[in-house]
Each structure stands twice: as structure tokens, then as C-alpha cells.
């Protein structure tokens, strides 16, 4: 077993522990430990595996990470037919996390199924034949020995472990206890999270082995969007003729939530687009999303700010981002989309719902209705919808504009890409494509995801959940037209809750550069006039850690598990880049001024807030009324839909509830056989081929 | 590529798929023909129509009316529309406005078809232009009200293989390892002299004589005495089917019964109770004590343990459908589509089915009990629990050839009411023995297919494809109340099953994800939040809810497994022509099936 004698030295970040350390041994962990400091967790494949005899495999901590309690001999439950696996229950300062007595991970990796960030956690029941189920919380501690611990996540997931046999029961007590008290303890600072540096990454010092093999499967085919480079080489990717990557906000001093650079048109100087600036909310200009080949351009832009009286130099520089020369500009804001509350209530309501018993069957039909959580994904669908088919079929531009573009904006840009673009569809291609519109766009994930600490202000709503429910629909409509698979998605959601990735932990890319280590970032910061503080002021200080970002799968997800995430049936091959389509219809002339603001599925004219006449046209329905085709055809303009655009059922039956994702913790009483999946099949190929080929090499000659 | 290359649209602007439809349901449309036709269908009429398309509006269009089918070519449109209608799916036919009646289109027909669609023509106003296609549609739709013969008396395909030979009930019976020295054979129904209801081969006790068959027939109703369905290989134990006692008002009892009841329970050497699951709600069972039936007491039956299932009965089930094509033909509503779908209670009724079949199936296999299902008659509700229990427990039920069997077996040759639940070439589309009993029980294969998608041969256009059969009257296969009755009309001599048409291109109905396992129950889940609905049948008329066909995925899927299937036998051919020379091999001890059983394990 190579390595073998390498990966006890794990031991050095679990305090000493080494596998045969008894229940009483609880871990004190050498307080910090630098990204620095020797010794990977697991290094080896066979870091939890080599424990013989039923001790304990060790504990892959994180740097840094404490182990407060443990509790040896727990069992946890499986999900089907009542199994039960036996191992160590742990409650560390960051997480809760089972290792299983008989280690299944490879690597030192924790299995992402047996583990939870603190944070992570909804609800705490413990429960015991002798008392009532009890709800931990710190301030309400147990006063029995609990038999039974039910962990219900934020992520839909319900995890039971419980203590069989005599003689655990203190441990049981001390570690429910523990896992109450550090999950009050370890609500997140969040955005301007000060010296709470506790949350390093996993392995972040520690460049595994599989970590090559996962940079060549996606990681760097991915593009975070952090350096110039990659704006420039997607840039090219889409054929964008006109436009430029301009580095106008490099320091971050134009829009401190937009990213350092901007697609722009290419006639515009920096010089004059420094003037729009202040004429947006959060000074968010319009700016290039994506490019149908053969149709129009998608920009994203904030509200126009109220009190903004652009002179007229500022107007020609208003006009020239807006309109340029590229024919009708139509304005599609987030009116009929779901507001920011109306999705984090549907959410809530949804995760009540999927709670085992939480309603009668005969009234489940109705009641999952009334979550409206439905609703709103078909909501997001149908715009998306429209967006896409305008962009397809006439030679305009949209804007989609919401009042801060940092949240439904990202989800509609995103999803309008995902139906127009086959590259999208792609694994890397998504992943970049979250990275860009979310990420790199500034969408507050620590607020929206309700990660930050009790008492900040409650703004959060998962619009990021929202997105990945709307990708699962197209998945389910459109199975072989993407490259990754629901297991994929299912990754992403869950890891949205999970502290270990910068992509999660921050609201923009500012902050993002701030709290790691980026080289790439400039040294010196810069303060505007009036605008932003450095809130971090870590320039001088410890060495912030660095946060790998979510699509470094290989940190949680064993090489079986990312296996699944690729779809065998997708479209085979690498995603090309569209082919330039042939110019479809143009929209209506009008000259180079005309602005047209979509809504409910038709276009009507428009005037920009600077305008001092009425429009330049009278009020006329540009798009044919909505007919018994629906609305997409209307806009679409023609019968059928250009190659490689995908237009999504919205209907009732059409819109499904994403089951594998939201009644993860309802007992399936489903038996009888797994059903292999065609990812599953796959991989099994992928053996056989490699035995196949064992088998040739060894072949005598 | 593939992906950039072809447009993607859930929602096709037009009904063009139904022209593939022609191809698909194996008729051979000869060149210089109009229309395609069938060996045996003759044209009757033509004429100008316009078809009224609840999706895309008037369609203008030539109808042709044979003797088995509607056919719709539309004249103008591009891509051009079709309608081929077998005229055995048409429940009822109505006139439309009057000579004297406004408006563009009002005049003409309304047809309700039994597959959850409704068609309606315009016709010209002038000249009673509708009488004479009104006289020939009802004629040949509803040929038992007219002296006519069923379209499958004169249907002169060929089929390469005879579906008539698929099952034949002593051979099923011998696959169960039956007679055995508890059960034996009984040709006592030969001439259907006990029990015109029943098939003539009949499974019973050993220690149960003929004579006794006899006396329990007399307080069984309609003589439908218990009978062995199904026998579980291990535990012995077994599936009894029977309809209710006649306990009546008076809670009479009949020894002969009681005995019978313990002969069956000691079949298996089993000392607990035999459990008895009669499929009706409780008060249902009650009110049947009125009519001279009832329920085993517990006074007379001390040996038995009685549940009841809580199903409905034929009249709810037949509301709840309509109600469910209310809602989906001709339009979906969007935003209140789930309360909708929760207050025709369909989904509800499939879930109390499913329950109870679980139930039967479960208290067989690991509770190694034998049981005995009854509901009034014990052909409706029975022949759902049984077949279903069966399906859970009999692998072999889930192949192609086994469904078939299964088919043929409890609801064919049991005796559930075709006819009279279908209503075959009946005019009388109000008649209220008509209930779509054997739809629901498809639509719970369907669910289970679902919940295990590789536990199946056959694939959803095989579950379609008979119901569609069910109603064309093309195949003799679902003609008829019962097997006497079918003797009596010659069906298998004079009528093509409709197994020779799926056996003939199994391909088609086969589907690809399935996995040969070994013998093993299935208990699909039975909650409301796992079932669904069956979208691509009840709502397959839609054209903007209709799923992405052919799915690639399958495709692709199928691709795999013959890849799978190549890379095994090479590796088979490498072990044996290397096995001697290597030796100390970790590789060469696992044998390359071996080893995909271990991958398996994984998902």
C-alpha cells in the first residue's frame, strides 16, 4: 500500500489521534494550524481505508478544524429499507461529519453524504424511547440521553444516526449536546466576516493526486472569470465582432460588485464609458452577456438611477452602451418574475413540505401547489423563454434589466444561455457560465443563502436554487442535450451550503480577491471618494487561506461519484460553438433608436428615462398577439426554432417537482432493485475497458 | 453536433407526429392508395370536412371512413395533417347545430372517443351533407347495435408469429410447479357448467373433491369459487381468487365454504390465519348484505383473518376519469394544474390499488401466508389486486411473453367484463357498466415501470399500444364477458390476438433498460408523492406537452449495452485463452460477469 506510512501523519492535524484512539480520547486539536503546516490529510488512497479490526480510520480534518465531541459505535441509517452503517459520529467547530468504521472514501476525502456543515443544519432532533423527540438548540439542551439524532438540513437532506448499544450513552449526550451548541457558535460572519478565518479549505496546502486528473476533467477547462485572459478567450468564443474587454473597473473603483472587466462595445472608449457609471443603480452598467450567433446580443444592466440627469456628452455615452448601432434595443425587466421574498417564502414552505408527514397524502398535490415554488420556476422559464426566442429569431439586442442586477438577472441571463447556447450545456461550459453570471457578476450568495449570521438582516431568498431547479427542468425535457447529469446538480446544490469553496462564501469578486489570496489581484487597494471602505484591511495581516472554488469536485466527490456528473447520453463530442446561423428576420425598423420593452410575451415601445419627447414612434404591437401557438412563436418569429435552441413545455404537467432533490429525507419504502443509471453504466464500461486492457498487457507474447 | 443541428422543441406547433402514427401501428399503405388499409378494410365513404383542432384551429381536410377506421388527410397544410381513428375507440356521436344554425363551423359532428379525446368536424350546411357520413360512422362504430361484425371478423392480416399460442393456462400452471400434492388440476368447469364466468382449467386444493367445488359454488356469487392464481415457489404460499359469499341480510352460513376456507389455509402447512383481502371499503361490504352478498364474518371464519382495501368501486372510478379529461383534453391549465389533478382523486384511486397489491403480496412473500382476494364479483378490483401482486412477486410476469400471460391469464380467462367495461361496438355510451378498470390497472404497470425502470422487457409504447387495442376492435384479444363466450363465437379461430402483432416486432415494445435479475419482489412506493401522471397516454393528444421523441437517450442507452455485452465477450475470450498461462492473477480469479455484478452494486 503505497503511501501508507505517509498518511498517518494525518494524525498531526487530528491533535495526535491516530485510528486506535479510544472513545475517550477526545480530540483537542492544536488550535490553528497555517495553510502551511505539513502534513495533508490524507494523502493516500488508502487514508481511511486501512484500519483494521474496526478501529476507527482517522478523521480527515480540516486545517484548523477542532473536534469537540465524538461518539464511537454510532450507526447511521440508510436511506432505503432501514440498513444501518456503524462508525464515529464527530462534531467538529465547522461541521458534523460520520466516518463510517468501514471507510469507503479513497482518499481522505469525507464522503459529501456523511457529512454537514454546521450551517448547514436546519434542525436538530434527538429523540429516545423514555421521552418526547426534543428540538436542540444551545439554549435548550438535552436533559435525557438520546437514542436517536435526526439532522435535518437545509439541503433537503435527513440524516439518523442512533447509539445501539449500552455503555455510549454520555458520549451520545455530550455530542448532541456539542452539535447544538456549535452550530449556534458557528453562524456565519458572512460578507465582512473579520478574523473569522476558521473555515479553511480542505486539503488546501495538499495538491492530491487525483487533483490532476480532476484539473484535466474540468477545473481548467473552466473559466473563473478572475483574469483577463479568460474574458478575452470567451469573447472570442462567442464571434462577438464589436465588442471589447475593457478593464475600465480593474481595481474595482467604477462598480465595487462588478468584476474587474466588462464586455463593451468596441466604439466605446473607457474614457466616455467611465460617464455611465453613475447612471445606474450600484453603478452596474449595461454590459455583454452572450451573443446568438445569428441574432442579437444579451446584456445585463441595473435600473437606470433615479436621480441621474445625464448632460448630453453622457447621453451619447449612454446611448452608445445601450443602443450602439445594433438595431432595436428591447428592455426586458424582472416584472413578472417572482420577487426576492416570494422565492424565499416558496422555498420555506417547500422544504416544510417535504418533511415526512408534514401533509396528508390526498392533500399533497395541493398543498405542493401552494408552495408556489412551482409557479416560480415556470415563471423563470417562460421569460427565459421569450428572451431566447427574441435573441434567436430578430436582429435585436435585450437588456434584461432588474433594479440591482445581482439576483434574478443572474438566473435569467444564465438560463437564456443554457436554451440558446450548446456550450452551455457542456460541464465546463456551465460551470462557466455560474461562474460569469453569478459569480464573477457579484450575486450576494452568503445573504441570498441565509449563510450569514442570525441577527444581519434577513435577505435571503436561494435565487441560486431557483437557477438550478430551472436547469433541472431542461435537463428533464432535454435529456441528451446536456453534458453533466441530475447527480451534477445535485452536487451543486448541496456544496451551495457547504463553506469550504470561495465560490459560496462571497458576494463579488472584490471581496472574493480580498479574502483569498488571488496573486493576480493588484497589492494596493484603492479608495474612491465616499464609495466603499476596505472593509478587510488584511493587506499586512496572516496570510488569508485560500478558498478552492466549488468546481474543484475532486475535494468531496470520490472519482465514482464524478463520474456521474458527466452524461454519457449528451451530445457526443466536444460542445463547438454555434455556427453562425443565417440573420434571421429583423425586428422592425425603426432606426437605430428604437427601444422596445417586452412584456407579457409582446414588444412595445419605449422611452429611455433622458428622453424628453414620447417615443419616437407611436405605440404600436410590434409582435403578432399571443395566438393559440403560445407566445414563443409570436416572438420566435418563425415555426421552427433555429438549431441548437431549446424551448422548454411550461405547462402544467410539464413543470415537475424535482424529486430526487427535496424528498431526499422522506423514508422510501421503495425495494427490490436499484436502477442503474446510464451514467452508471458508463463507468462500469470505463472498467471494463481498463481491465481489458490489464488483461492485453499481460498478455504473454 | 447532433445537438446544434436539430431544432429542440417540447412544444411541436402541429399534430405531424400522428402521420408516423400510420407507420407505427403495422398497417401497409400500398402505393397509389389514399389511404393506408388494412388486409380486410374496406373504404365505405369520403368527404370534404373541416377538422375542427382544438390546438391549432380549423383544419381543412378530405375524411375517409373504412369499415375499421377515420382517416383525416388535411389539404392545405404543410406539414400535413392526419387522423387515423380506429372506429372502435368512438364512444358516442353527435350532430352539431342545426340546417338553420349561425356562425362559421357550427355545423357538423361531435365525437367523444374512449382514448381521451373528443374530434369535431364541420361540415357544409347545405344539402344534409352530414347524414350520410353520421349514418355510416355510427354503423361501423357501433357494429353490435347493428348486426354487424366486429372489424375483427373480417380482419385478413398475417402476423409472423400466433399470439394465440401464448398462453395456454397448463403450461403457465406447470411453470408454478403445479399440480402438486397440495394442488391438483380440476376440469370440473370443462363445459362452464360450474361457473360461466370462470375458465375451464381450474386450480384447487388436493383435499378439496369436485363435489365440494360444487357446494362452495352454490354460496359464492355467480359461482365464482375460490381458486388458485398464484403459488409462491418458496413459501408456498399462495394467491386465492374468488367473488364475495352469499352471507346476505341474514348472515347465512355454509359449512361447505368454511371448510373449503381451512382446506386452503392448510395447503401450505400453515398454522396462522389465512388472511382474506376483500378490495371494497368497509361499508361498501355491508351494503352488499342486501343484495345477498357480504363478508366472511369472524363467527364462521375463525380461521381467517378479514381486511379490507378500501378500493372503489366501477361507477367512482368511471367519474374520476371523466373528471381527469376534463382537465387535460383539450386544454392543460398551467398555473392550478396540481389541485386540479388532486380533485379527480385518479392518482388517489391508483395509489389505494397499488396499496392493496403491495399488501397481498407482501403478506404472500415474507409473510409467508396464503390469501384470498375477493371484491363483489371478483372480476374488477380482484382481477387489479391479483394481477398486480403477481407482477411484484413473478419476474417472469414482467417479460413481454409474461405480461402477456398475465393478461390473458387473470383478466381474459377470469372473466373481467370486457365487453360490458368497454362497451365494444355499443352504441349505449351511457350505460353504466362501462368503467375503466383495466386502464387503471395498465396506468399501475406503468407507475411500477417508473419507480423500477429496469425491472421491465417491455417499454411504455407496449403498455400504450394495448390499450389502444383494447379499444380498436382490431384483435379478438379483449372481445367478449368470458371464455365461454369466446368459445362460443370461435374468437381464436375467426380473430388475430393482438400478441401476434407486438410478438411479431418485439423490438419495438422492448425496452432497452431493462436488466435480467434474478427472481425478486418488487414493492413500488404507493404515495402520492411518487406517483404520477401518465402523461404521454392521457395527455398525448396535446401537442405542446408531448415529450422529446424518439428519445436519444435510449438510444444511447442501447448503444452502451451492446458496447457492454462486446467488451464482456472479449474478456471472456481473454480468460479462457490466457487462464492456463497465468496464474497468482488477482484479475484471473474474477471472472468478468463476476466483476460487473460488483460494479453494479454501486448505483
Known sequence: MPGHGCQGRAGCRSGGRDAGAGPGARGSFPGRSGPGAPGPPGQSPCAMSGAPGGRRPTFPGLPGERVLEEAAGARQRCGNGGGSIPGTLLCTDRRLAFLPGQALGSRGLLHSQDEVALPCIHKLVAASSFSKPKVLTAASTLKFIPEELAVFCRDFRLLRFYFPENGLAPQAFRVANAIAQAREAAAWLGDAAEGHDGWASPGETTPEEDEDEDEEEGSSTVLLFESLRDWEKELQRLGAAGWRVSAVNERFDMAPSLPQYLWVPSGLLDHDLKRTFAHFQERRVPRLCWRHPGGGDLLRAASFHPASEPGSEDVRCLEALLLGDRGPCVLADTAELPTLADIQLAHLRLRALCLPGAVAEEKWLSALEGTRWLDHVRSCLRKAVEVASLLAGKRCSVVLQEPSDRDLNCLLASLVQLLGDPHARSLPGFQSLVQREWVAAGHPFPRRLGLLCRDSPREEAPVFLLFLDCTWQLLWQFPADFGFTEAFLLALHDSSFSPYFSTFRFSCQRQRGQRSSTPRLPSQTYRPMGGWQDPGGHRGGPHPCTFPPVWAWGRRYTRQQREQFRNPAGPPGPAESLTPGTPADPCPRGGARLVLTLAKGSLCPHALPWWSRPPPRPPVRVSPPPDSQGTQGGLLGTRQPPPGLLLPCTAGPCVRLWHRCYLRGLPQEQRGRLAPSLAGLAEELQLLQDRLRAWNLRRPH | ?603
Open chain 2, 1 to 603: 453536433m447532433a445537438s446544434s443541428s436539430t431544432p429542440k422543441y417540447n412544444s411541436n406547433s402541429l399534430e405531424n407526429s400522428s402521420s408516423k402514427q400510420t407507420l407505427k401501428d403495422g398497417t401497409n399503405w400500398e402505393q397509389n392508395e389514399e389511404i393506408p388499409r388494412l388486409p380486410g378494410e374496406t373504404r365505405v365513404t369520403d368527404k370534404d370536412v373541416i377538422y375542427m383542432c382544438p390546438f391549432n384551429g380549423p383544419v381543412k381536410g378530405r375524411v375517409y371512413i373504412t369499415n375499421y377506421r377515420l382517416y383525416l388527410r388535411s389539404v392545405e397544410n404543410d406539414p400535413v395533417v392526419i387522423l387515423n381513428v380506429p372506429l372502435g375507440v368512438i364512444s358516442r356521436i353527435e350532430k352539431m347545430g342545426g340546417a338553420s344554425s349561425r356562425g362559421e363551423n357550427s355545423y357538423g359532428l361531435d365525437i367523444t372517443c374512449k382514448d381521451m379525446r373528443n374530434l369535431r368536424f364541420a361540415l357544409k350546411q347545405e344539402g344534409h351533407s352530414r347524414r350520410d357520413i353520421f349514418e355510416v360512422l355510427t354503423k361501423y362504430a357501433f357494429p353490435q347495435s347493428h348486426n354487424l361484425l366486429f372489424f375483427a371478423f373480417v380482419n385478413e392480416e398475417k402476423f409472423s408469429e400466433n399470439g394465440w399460442m401464448v398462453y395456454n393456462p397448463m403450461s403457465e400452471y406447470r411453470r408454478q410447479g403445479l399440480p402438486n400434492e397440495r394442488w391438483r388440476v380440476t376440469f370440473i368447469n370443462e363445459h362452464y357448467g360450474l361457473c360461466d364466468t370462470y375458465p375451464s382449467l381450474l386450480v384447487v386444493p388436493y383435499n378439496a373433491t369436485d363435489d365440494d367445488l360444487k357446494k362452495v359454488a352454490a354460496f359464492r356469487s355467480r359461482n365464482r369459487i375460490p381458486v388458485l392464481s398464484w403459488i409462491h415457489p418458496e413459501t408456498q404460499a399462495v394467491i386465492m381468487r374468488c367473488s364475495q359469499p352469499l352471507v346476505g341480510m341474514s348472515g347465512k352460513r355454509n359449512k361447505d365454504d368454511e371448510r373449503y376456507l381451512d382446506v386452503i389455509r392448510e395447503a401450505n402447512g400453515q398454522i396462522s390465519k389465512l388472511t382474506i383481502y376483500d378490495a371494497r371499503p368497509n361499508v361498501n361490504a355491508v351494503a352488499n348484505k342486501a343484495t345477498g352478498g357480504g363478508y366472511e364474518g369472524e363467527d364462521a371464519y375463525p380461521n381467517a383473518e378479514l381486511f379490507f382495501l378500501d378500493i372503489h368501486n366501477i361507477h367512482v372510478m368511471r367519474e374520476s376519469l371523466k373528471k381527469l379529461k376534463d382537465i387535460v383534453f383539450p386544454n392543460v391549465e398551467e398555473s392550478h394544474w396540481l389541485s386540479s389533478l388532486e380533485s379527480t382523486h385518479w392518482l388517489e384511486h391508483i395509489k389505494l390499488v397499488l396499496t392493496g397489491a403491495i399488501q397481498v403480496a407482501e403478506k404472500v412473500s415474507s409473510g409467508r401466508s396464503s390469501v384470498l382476494v375477493h371484491c363483489s364479483d371478483g372480476w374488477d378490483r380482484t382481477a387489479q389486486l391479483t394481477s398486480l401482486a403477481m407482477l411484484m412477486l413473478d419476474s417472469y410476469y414482467r417479460t413481454i411473453e409474461g405480461f402477456e400471460v398475465l393478461v390473458q391469464k387473470e383478466w381474459i380467462s377470469f372473466g373481467h367484463k370486457f365487453a360490458s367495461r368497454i362497451g365494444h361496438g355499443d352504441k349505449n355510451h351511457a350505460d353504466t357498466d362501462r368503467s375503466p378498470i383495466f386502464l387503471q390497472f395498465i396506468d399501475c404497470v406503468w407507475q411500477m415501470s417508473k419507480q423500477f425502470p429496469t425491472a421491465f422487457e417491455f417499454n411504455e409504447q407496449f403498455l400504450i399500444t394495448i390499450l389502444d387495442h383494447l379499444y380498436s376492435c382490431r384483435f379478438g384479444t379483449f372481445l367478449y364477458n368470458s371464455e365461454f363466450l369466446r368459445e362460443k363465437e370461435k374468437v381464436t379461430e375467426k380473430t388475430l390476438s393482438l400478441w401476434s402483432l407486438i410478438n411479431s416486432e418485439k423490438s419495438k415494445y422492448t425496452n432497452p433498460f431493462y436488466s435480467k435479475e434474478l427472481n425478486r419482489a418488487l414493492y413500488p412506493v404507493a404515495s402520492m408523492r411518487h406517483l404520477e401522471l401518465w402523461v404521454n397516454y392521457y395527455i398525448r393528444w396535446n401537442p405542446r406537452i408531448r415529450q422529446q421523441q424518439p428519445n436519444p437517450v435510449e438510444q444511447r442507452y442501447m448503444e452502451l449495452l451492446a458496447l457492454r455485452d462486446d467488451y464482456i465477450r472479449r474478456l471472456e475470450e481473454l480468460q479462457i485463452t490466457n487462464n492456463s498461462k497465468i496464474s497468482n492473477s488477482s484479475a484471473s480469479s474474477t471472472s468478468p460477469s463476476q466483476m460487473v455484478s460488483q460494479v453494479q452494486t454501486h448505483f
